[in-house]
């Protein structure tokens, strides 16, 4: 059999002129629909229902990830809501196992082991450890993150709200929602929070 | 090798030097990039595609002479920077890829399954990325083809033509696409193409919506990856984003495939081929 | 088979210029395929460059020379026009050898 | 370097003889140093190792050897690296990467008549300190470059 062949179903039925013009967008969105459904297929962990988008999702894919102000508050709103911290209330963990998590940007691909524990990918989008040279610029630099902010009590709640849910500070952030997608376990993000705060961290000196 | 590598990542083993400032990082980076240019293996997969062009193959005992690719049959010349486009024969917007299994299908008699079957070459890659298609020793005679047709060319201008009702169609649901955020991460192709002169790590992310990024971008696929010891395709750029963007997998030479490839050579429009090239 | 070299050899004042790209996977056997098993070591342990029947440069390696390897070294006393030979002999006994006229500078 | 063929070569008297060899046939070329290759050399550990094994006591360090190569290698599996000699009648020029598994990499015989210079790729297993080792009238130099490795990629 041929493949699969969405692009090539009949979309002008309503005839040549009419395909002068662009397409509508309903049309487009059907189009879109039938060719992701039949273009992916499930592999290990990675299961095509991965592709099935949330809310929030949905509104940064539809706005190009600018989403008007409006829509952006909803989006903080709900994002919010998400966020668990910790019942035991420890929010610094071990800097050292946050250096680890930080640098490992393994974890969810269809080539991964499912039961080894995600990286964090920092180091993918950010500046961390001075010492690492090979960083990405997506994010901000977080080198002196606690050098700067002190690692108080409300620094570290927003530290791991932050990467417990990106999007709860800023819509369509870039960052993944790590703790609520449950990528990272809790601990795993708490240690993070101590390689950004501790005063004996890297980053701090 | 790899054991190392991995370890290296795994531990932390960060470059030791602390002087370095972050400026000579990048500068020596590019120095590496430029000696990279001196030497290119694409040329040894060139040499084999070309080859495989001629060679009589499949139930048909026929060569892939009279394929064509857009501008006729067995014109190649000029025809891979006139990729995707729509082929009436099929009804369908075609890449490369895509409508070189319709070749292999039509004038050598392979199935579609057959001419699909060995899509990337894999042979040994330090990188655990590609071992789904890595077996020792496999090269693949899609991959070959792509390196030599896309060297015939090299140096002319990249023009998509856009005229079709389905070649518009196709750059439509691209762009959807690619604004198109999923999956565990959250991550979409514009999380990392949106912006300009960003990085992952060391390497620096072009922004496809801006004309000479996507141009540089476009313009150096299929290219030579050092990190692989392998030649890779437009297709194979699509598939490896799309496991890292911990999607599902994209299959290879579909829609979605196409819709992205239209939609990225649309805003690369005007710039130059410099293809097969070497990258990291 | 192995596939053919790509032999580069241009004058370059009164020197011949080679460079070389060698078809060969150069694998350490210090990896592993997909389902963990080790993958043999297989690469090119001898290059000899010959030009009118004597050799202008030899070379032993190991496999940490890179997958297909390129090489790049000068000689005195080529003419264009003249051949310049290379071979290689892999750890299996696989082996190729290939020739390039030399081109004037 | 490579103890075999020094033997050889002294058997034949001059290159020019194994070359005449070659060219009546008796051996074809690349089979004639198939055979000669130094697998105690190329399973060395170290530096010290691999000079002792190539046949030297030792090795001083020298500034006529010219090593070109970038600082940082965005990626360890491909490192262009140019080494170039300047010392008086430079035999042979041998690659070491001391943090490999094996740190012997590539050894290159230059004959008369041909420069003091070769230029390849190698594999690096990690940042690491490379050795250009040079023979030189019988006598081992070296230089040394440190070249850092980068982690790339976002899925590793």
């Known amino acids: 059999m041929q493949p699969k062949t969405i692009l090539a179903l009949a979309l002008c039925s309503i005839g040549v002129a009419g395909c002068a013009t662009r397409t509508s967008d309903s049309e487009v969105e059907g189009a879109v629909a039938e060719v992701i459904k039949v273009s992916f297929k499930t592999r290990g962990q990675a299961t095509v229902d991965r592709l099935n988008q949330d809310d929030a999702q949905a509104l940064c894919s539809k706005y190009h990830d600018r989403p008007p102000r409006e829509i952006a508050g909803k989006i903080e709103q709900s994002q919010t809501a998400t966020i668990r911290y910790p019942s035991s209330g420890k929010l610094m963990g071990d800097w050292r196992e946050g250096e680890r998590i930080a640098q490992s940007g393994v974890g969810w691909q269809f080539t991964d082991a499912p039961t080894r524990p995600a990286g964090g990918s920092c180091y993918n989008c950010h500046q961390i450890s001075k010492q690492e040279l090979s960083f990405g610029t997506i994010g901000p630099s977080l080198y002196q993150f606690g050098k700067l902010r002190g690692s108080g009590e409300a620094i570290q709640k927003y530290a791991f709200g932050k990467i417990y849910n990106a999007e709860a500070f800023s819509a369509c952030s870039n960052m993944p929602r790590f703790g609520h997608n449950g990528v990272l376990t809790e601990e795993q993000i708490t240690h993070l929070v101590a390689l950004l705060l501790d005063p004996d961290s890297p980053v701090n000196k | ?280 | 088979m192995a596939d053919p070299m790509r032999i580069r050899a241009n004058m370059i004042g009164d020197k011949v210029e080679v460079k070389v790209l060698m078809a060969h996977e150069m694998e350490t056997g210090l990896r592993k395929d997909a389902q963990g098993k080790i993958i043999p070591a297989h690469f090119i342990r001898n290059v000899t460059v010959t030009h009118g029947g004597k050799t202008v440069l030899s070379a032993e390696w190991g496999t940490s020379v890179s997958r297909n390897p390129f090489m790049h070294f000068r000689f005195r006393g080529g003419k264009p026009g003249e051949k310049v030979t290379i071979s290689w002999v892999d750890n299996r006994g696989d082996k190729r050898t290939d020739e390039a006229v030399i081109a004037g500078g | 370097m490579n103890g075999k063929r020094r033997e050889m070569l002294k058997a034949g008297g001059s290159a020019g003889v194994l070359a005449l060899a070659a060219g009546a046939g008796m051996i074809k070329p690349g089979e004639a140093l198939a055979q000669e290759w130094n697998k105690a050399a190329f399973e060395t550990k170290s530096v010290a190792d691999t000079v002792k094994a190539l046949g030297g006591s030792g090795s001083t360090e020298s500034s006529a050897i010219e090593i070109s190569a970038p600082d940082i290698a965005e990626n360890g599996a491909v490192v262009p690296i140019a080494v170039e000699s300047k010392l008086p009648r430079t035999q042979a020029i041998a690659i070491l990467i001391e943090k490999n598994p094996n740190t012997l990499s590539a050894e290159f015989e230059i004959p008369a008549g041909t420069d003091p210079f070769v230029s390849t790729r190698v594999k690096m297993a990690e940042t690491s300190n490379i050795y250009a080792l040079v023979k030189a009238d019988g006598k081992y130099f070296h230089a040394m470059k440190e070249i850092k490795v980068t982690i790339g990629g976002c899925g590793g």
């Open chain 2, 1 to 280: 090798m790899r054991i190392h590598r991995l370890l290296a990542g795994m531990l932390a083993v960060t470059l030791p030097c602390f002087s370095l400032a972050q400026q000579d990082t990048l500068k020596e980076i590019e120095r590496y990039r430029q000696l990279l240019q001196e030497s290119n293996p694409a040329e040894l997969y060139e040499a084999r595609g070309a080859e495989h062009w001629k060679r009589e193959r499949g139930p048909k005992n026929s060569s892939l002479e009279r394929c064509d690719l857009g501008l006729g049959p067995g014109v190649v010349k000029g025809a891979y920077v006139r990729l995707p486009r729509y082929f009436a024969d099929t009804d369908r917007v075609q890449d490369l890829e895509s409508r070189l299994v319709t070749c292999m299908v039509t004038l050598q008699g392979f199935t579609p399954e057959e001419a699909r079957r060995s899509p990337f070459s894999g042979t040994g890659t330090p990188m655990i990325t590609t071992e789904p298609f890595s077996g020792v020793s496999r090269p693949s005679v899609m991959t070959d083809l792509v390196a030599w047709i896309a060297s015939e060319s090299r140096g002319m201008k990249i023009e998509p033509p856009m005229s079709h009702p389905k070649e518009r169609l196709a750059y439509q649901a691209g762009e959807r696409l690619f604004y198109y955020r999923a999956g565990p991460y959250d991550f979409g192709c514009v999380t990392c193409h949106g912006e300009e002169g960003k990085r992952i790590r060391l390497q620096n992310l072009p922004k496809m919506t801006n004309a000479k990024d996507a141009q540089r971008a476009f313009g150096t696929w299929p290219g030579y990856r050092v990190s692989e010891g392998e030649v890779r395709s437009m297709q194979w750029r699509m598939w490896e984003c799309i496991r890292q963007m911990r999607f599902p997998e994209l299959e290879f030479a579909s829609d979605a495939s196409i819709a992205l490839i239209t939609y990225l050579a649309k805003k690369a429009e005007g710039g130059t081929l410099d293809a097969p090239s070497i990258k990291r």
